[in-house]
């Protein structure tokens, strides 16, 4: 349970951050759908991410890594799809809620 009040309160984090995503304005509808969020890609991340990981090693080892910010940006826009109340306006906005989502997880698994 504390994982996803950790993941929940990041999506928060970074929608505010970003102001893109879960539209802010400190209701129980909009904690309701960060959380939803962040089930949605904790489930995404566990089973879809690691096959698409695979599949793209070579691009991703052909780009240094770099490629792995396109696979987290394109599940994100796959949890946009899934989830009612989560926008994203382009595929360039889920990358930059991609990267701001994991410095985010970063700093908060820090102080755990």
Known sequence: ?????IRTLSVLATSYITKVGVPITF???TGWTAFVVALVLAVI???IKPIISIIS???????????SFVINGAMIVLASYI???FVIPSF???IYFSIVLSLI???L????
């Open 57 to 67: 090693l070579p691009i991703t080892a052909i780009t240094l890594g770099l490629f």
């Open 45 to 47: 991340n566990t089973t």
């Open 92 to 94: 360039l906005y889920a």
């Open 27 to 29: 209701t129980l509808a």
């Open 105 to 107: 997880n970063w700093v």
């Open 83 to 85: 989830v009612p109340g």
């Open 109 to 112: 698994h820090m102080f755990e």
């Open 1 to 5: 349970m504390r994982y996803f009040i």
